[in-house]
């Protein structure tokens, strides 16, 4: 009897261990989504060419951490100078060297700051987005800071999309601590039920900010590139909406393209539950090709191109122990393994991309675009001054 009892302990305390960490890591909100995903995963790869679609989104912020100007200073500089030095002799199937997206934080602007990341864009290695931190916020404050953002970093430096037909500054835009439409669950971190409403305004042809997992601001919608319209918090308007190129867009929608969101069985927290796989960039996070299988998996796609496969990954850049990664040998092994997949594979092909080229790969998908792939960088926004 002892030793029954001693089994049916042991075995209890095996589940408690990942029934804590779900409950922990608000996997409530997301896994019975994922569960329903489980056929799309094993879908097999499409016959014929598949075109990997890769954009790093960096929530960039030089004084991260609250640390001194003169640091966070030194930490843009790094960047300027390392990020072409160490990355600038990979291309992709385009002959691209790697995009990086900037998504600065507006209400830290500093002119010298952005000026610098700048220069690396006029180089070709990347773009510059919108971020922002904001707490307890009202709408009419919310237009007026994004507004003022748009216009310093358009007028002032020359960034900034603009829409090919209409001529409008347009931004991608990542929202700071998670907390997208006012959905923190503690309503901090915001306070604008109506954000989806006021980014769609001022210009905003998409957000970039899920996956937020584990934090309790994601959303109940993963793996997917959608269309959202906003409502008050108790509705979770993000949870819901349009998946792309299924349907007309609705009106005053903001597309959300979101990144990976998996479960990685093959590494396990306390060697029983699996890890979550969210698409993070970061010391204890880099790059690897097995995390790349992965990520294909989630199938962030469109249905009128089944070969587009869609990974929208993000980090915190500036901070150094970030550096030591992206400026560092874990993304140089991950670019030579790129391509040496690609060589080894004649029907893997894979394209750097900013968000704002991710986005123009969205709007050709939904509008059954079948032109040369390259050419779908350009197809809606062009970048200002273009």
Not at 75 to 93: I, K
Request: charged fraction near 25%; glycine fraction near 8%.
């Amino acid at each position: 009897m002892i030793w029954l009892i001693s089994i049916l302990v042991f075995f209890l305390a095996a589940l408690a261990v990942p029934y804590a960490m779900y409950r922990r890591r608000f996997m409530d909100r997301w896994l019975r989504e994922y569960l329903r995903q489980r056929k799309r995963r094993a879908l097999p790869l499409p016959a014929g060419p598949r075109h990997l679609l890769l954009c790093i989104a960096d929530h960039f912020e030089p004084h991260n951490g609250g640390v001194a100007d003169a640091r966070a200073s030194e930490r843009v500089a790094r960047w300027a100078a390392e990020y072409p030095r160490v990355l600038g002799e990979f291309h992709d199937s385009d002959g691209r060297s790697p995009r990086h997206t900037f998504f600065y934080p507006i209400e830290q602007y500093d002119a010298d700051h952005v000026e610098a990341i700048a220069g690396l864009c006029r180089k070709g290695f990347g773009e510059v987005e919108i971020h922002l931190h904001h707490d307890r916020d009202n709408a009419e404050n919310l237009r007026r800071r994004l507004l003022a953002g748009r216009e310093i970093l358009a007028g002032r430096h020359g960034l900034l999309a603009r829409h090919r037909t209409t001529g409008r500054i347009m931004y991608g835009f990542v929202h700071g601590d998670w907390a997208l439409c006012n959905s923190r669950p503690d309503g901090r971190c915001c306070g604008v039920n109506n954000e989806l409403e006021i980014l769609n305004q001022t210009g905003c042809y998409a957000d970039f900010t899920m996956p937020s997992a584990p934090d309790p601001a994601q959303t109940r919608k993963i793996n997917s590139i959608y269309y959202a319209v906003g409502g008050p918090p108790e509705t979770r308007p993000l949870d819901h909406g349009v998946d792309l190129g299924t349907a007309p867009a609705p009106g005053g929608g903001i597309m959300l393209i979101q990144g990976p969101l998996l479960l990685n069985w093959r590494h396990r927290s306390c060697g029983l539950a699996p890890r979550i796989e969210n698409g993070c960039i970061q010391s204890n996070q880099p790059p690897t090709m097995e995390r790349l299988d992965l990520w294909l998996k989630a199938r962030v796609q469109a249905p009128s191109r089944p070969d587009w496969f869609f990974v929208k990954l993000h980090t915190h850049g500036a901070p150094e122990a970030s550096q030591a990664v992206l400026l560092g040998q874990p993304m140089v092994r991950f670019h030579q393994a790129l391509a040496r997949r690609a060589a080894g594979d004649p029907s893997f092909h894979y394209h750097y991309l900013t968000a704002r080229e991710m986005y123009n790969f969205a709007r050709a998908a939904e509008a059954c675009y079948a032109g040369p792939v390259a050419e779908a960088r350009d197809f809606e926004l062009g970048w200002n001054g273009c």
